[in-house]
């Protein structure tokens, strides 16, 4: 399966983009791993990368998009995806959809997490997020075993700055305007699956492997 994986910051996607590529035994392609991984290694993007972060810039659409090419060569992906964290936008869709027919690929489908703003500012109000391998954890819903510490790498945790309350709203304000071209998109491509996300993470990812499991079973129809 090859599954795009959409939805507002705080939705889930990181979460249920791993545990649904566990559950498929495919890959798991994440921007901001991407991005981190190219920065550890030194390579020329990383580099390039490296220096719009070290002056506070976001990484251009062309770089990140230079990194997706390069990921997208890769032989792990022949089984299937899960792409996380990328498109955001139509621009970024169009990008994405000259990638994929570089590499000869075409998706399944584009699943679309709903959930509440209410659910959202929960959540991220709440997050902790690793400083040495960008786990992510929670105060209440996925505290560390040790306060303070990550679990996977002992090294400390931190709260995003964008993650205050305040700050939350604006961004799921902007994300709002520029997602709905992005659903759009995929709609009139016959793509899109919306799934409530607001619930349990493990019924959530339940239910997005019936989805594929029902789109499998009718494509061999």
Do not use: W
């Not at 209440?140 to 709260?159: E, I, R, S, W």
């Amino acid at each position: 399966m090859r599954i795009v994986l959409l939805g507002p910051p705080g939705a889930g996607k990181g979460t249920q983009a791993k545990r649904l590529a566990e559950s498929l035994g495919v890959a798991h392609i994440s921007t901001g791993d991407i991005l981190r991984q190219n920065v550890k290694e030194g390579s020329a993007l990383g580099k390039e990368a490296k220096d719009f972060m070290e002056r506070g810039l976001l990484v251009p659409d062309e770089l990140m998009s230079k990194m997706l090419l390069d990921r997208f060569s890769r032989q792990d992906i022949q089984k299937g995806f899960i792409l996380d964290g990328y498109p955001r936008n139509f621009a970024q869709a169009l990008t994405l959809e000259g990638i994929f027919k570089q590499k000869n690929i075409d998706i399944d489908m584009v699943v679309y997490l709903d959930s509440s703003d209410s659910v959202i500012i929960q959540r991220l109000s709440g997050r902790l997020v690793c400083s040495g391998c960008g786990a992510n954890f929670h105060v209440t819903n996925m505290p560390p075993k040790n306060k303070g510490v990550c679990d996977k790498c002992g090294a400390g945790l931190f709260q995003r700055s964008d993650d205050k309350e305040e700050t939350i709203r604006k961004r799921l304000e902007v994300y709002k305007k520029e997602v709905s071209n992005l659903i759009k998109y995929y709609q009139e491509k016959n793509k899109l699956y919306r799934l409530a996300a607001d619930g349990d993470a493990q019924e959530v990812l339940n239910e997005i492997i019936a989805l594929t499991k029902k789109l499998h079973d009718s494509s061999k129809v």
